[in-house]
């Protein structure tokens, strides 16, 4: 079963920007991002659903200019975010979500897709269960050598690596069940992928744990008697 040791060192700080109505700085290792949360508010005519909230993500990678990859990970957000938020009680209205990148290492996927639910979270959005992400890695140190599963690596062990395969697998908390998969690059067989997926669902019991912690600091602070 993998502890939390398993994981990068994390750190998480709710409530880091004043501007928003949610937010979070999230940090898995050298990977930080920050996420903003804005909403629900007015939008205009042509993104308005009479039935539900529009959910708008944007993500700002650490250097240079959004491009297809920051669309394709906004994507997935976007669609992970919506499953998972009660939008049918804010009919035409909208949610702004804001990834900005900060420091990159390994595993942006996964941290932007968790700060993303603490920066909802902080926000009182209302969701259905929240989700968390992790990420997998596949590797081979030799030719001849058998993969070897690493649960949240570093850059410096895929570089090292003589053959990888990273993916990024991400769980609702009612029943931990995959709503979100992710192949960032290489390729597995169907064992192997089965195999990863069931080490990335026990571990997703930690990040869920991470999060009450970081949640009941926040507000414990909030309401602490004076």
Same mark, same amino acid.
């Given at each position: 079963?993998?502890?939390?040791?398993?994981?990068?060192?994390?750190?998480?700080?709710?409530?880091?920007?004043?501007?928003?109505?949610?937010? +979070?700085?999230?940090?898995?290792?050298?990977?930080?991002?920050?996420?903003?949360?804005?909403?629900?508010?007015?939008?205009?005519?042509?993104?308005?659903?009479?039935?539900?909230?529009?959910?708008?993500?944007?993500?700002?990678?650490?250097?240079?200019?959004?491009?297809?990859?920051?669309?394709?990970?906004?994507? $997935?957000?976007?669609?992970?975010?919506?499953?998972?938020?009660?939008?049918?009680?804010?009919?035409?209205?909208? #949610? !702004?979500?804001?990834?900005?990148?900060?420091?990159?290492?390994?595993?942006?996927?996964?941290?932007?897709? !968790?700060?993303?639910?603490?920066?909802?979270?902080?926000?009182?959005?209302?969701?259905?269960? #929240?989700?968390? +992400?992790?990420?997998?890695? #596949? $590797?081979?140190? +030799?030719?001849?050598?058998?993969?070897? $599963?690493?649960?949240?690596?570093?850059?410096?062990?895929?570089?090292?690596?003589?053959?990888?395969?990273?993916?990024?697998?991400?769980?609702?908390?009612? !029943?931990?069940?995959?709503?979100?998969?992710?192949?960032?690059?290489?390729?597995?067989?169907?064992?192997?992928?089965?195999?990863?997926?069931?080490? +990335?669902?026990?571990?997703?019991? !930690?990040?869920?744990?991470?999060?009450?912690?970081?949640?009941?600091?926040?507000?414990?602070?909030?309401?602490?008697?004076?």
């Amino acid at each position: 079963m993998p502890v939390m040791e398993d994981f990068r060192p994390m750190y998480c700080q709710l409530g880091y920007s004043s501007k928003a109505d949610g937010s +979070a700085q999230l940090s898995q290792g050298k990977t930080t991002v920050i996420a903003g949360v804005f909403g629900p508010v007015e939008v205009k005519r042509s993104r308005e659903h009479p039935d539900r909230m529009d959910i708008e993500v944007t993500l700002q990678p650490r250097v240079g200019q959004s491009g297809v990859q920051s669309r394709s990970q906004e994507s $997935i957000i976007h669609d992970i975010i919506k499953s998972c938020s009660r939008v049918s009680l804010h009919p035409r209205s909208g #949610l !702004n979500l804001s990834l900005h990148v900060l420091e990159q290492d390994s595993g942006v996927v996964s941290t932007c897709i !968790n700060a993303a639910c603490l920066a909802l979270a902080d926000s009182g959005v209302a969701m259905s269960r #929240l989700f968390s +992400a992790v990420s997998i890695a #596949l $590797i081979k140190d +030799a030719p001849n050598d058998d993969f070897k $599963i690493v649960l949240d690596p570093t850059a410096k062990i895929i570089r090292k690596a003589d053959e990888s395969c990273l993916m990024t697998f991400v769980f609702e908390s009612r !029943n931990r069940e995959v709503i979100a998969t992710h192949m960032e690059h290489g390729k597995c067989n169907e064992a192997k992928f089965q195999e990863c997926l069931g080490t +990335a669902r026990k571990a997703s019991v !930690n990040m869920f744990e991470f999060y009450r912690e970081v949640i009941k600091k926040k507000f414990s602070k909030e309401f602490s008697p004076e």
